[in-house]
């Protein structure tokens, strides 16, 4: 009796480590799947980021190159015309940028211009004391705003 009660006893040991151990597996897989979707979530928005953050900085430079074409333009104008003062624009790649230059009196005069590139907006400030003979740039600012 003895001895079927100590095999009887052994099985059921053995159905009970059986279980437990699919219990462990299971639940081991569960915890590492749960982990590497995490990683893969983290990289995946990681990279959106930096891609978003690398188009708005791509932006921004064309911004700033389009500010300076138009800054430049300005200066053509003026160089075309030592009278010159007013506005225009420009469409350049896939941005516009708009120039302004105003007389403060005299050779003095001061251009304002703007570059846009998507809904990024650089601007720049210059000023100028002298055109003739050659065009003294006293400074070229990028400011805020105007």
Not at 16 to 34: D, E, T
Not at 97 to 102: I, R, S
Request: charged share 15%.
């Amino acid at each position: 009796m003895s001895i079927i009660f100590q095999k009887h006893f052994m099985d059921l040991l053995r159905s009970v480590k059986y279980k437990n151990n699919g219990y462990v597996v299971l639940i081991s897989v569960l915890v590492l799947g749960a982990i590497g979707i995490a990683i893969v979530v983290s990289l995946l928005l990681l990279g959106v980021g930096s891609s978003r953050t690398s188009f708005a900085i791509e932006q921004s430079n064309q911004a700033k190159a389009l500010t300076n074409a138009c800054a430049e333009e300005a200066l053509q104008q003026m160089r075309d015309s030592t009278s010159y003062t007013g506005s225009g624009s420009l469409t350049l790649g896939q941005g516009i940028c708009a120039y302004t230059v105003t007389s403060q009196g005299g050779q003095n005069r001061t251009i304002t211009s703007s570059g846009t590139v998507g809904i990024i907006i650089r601007k720049a400030k210059i000023i100028i004391d002298k055109i003739n003979p050659t065009i003294n740039i006293i400074s070229w600012q990028e400011v805020a705003d105007f």
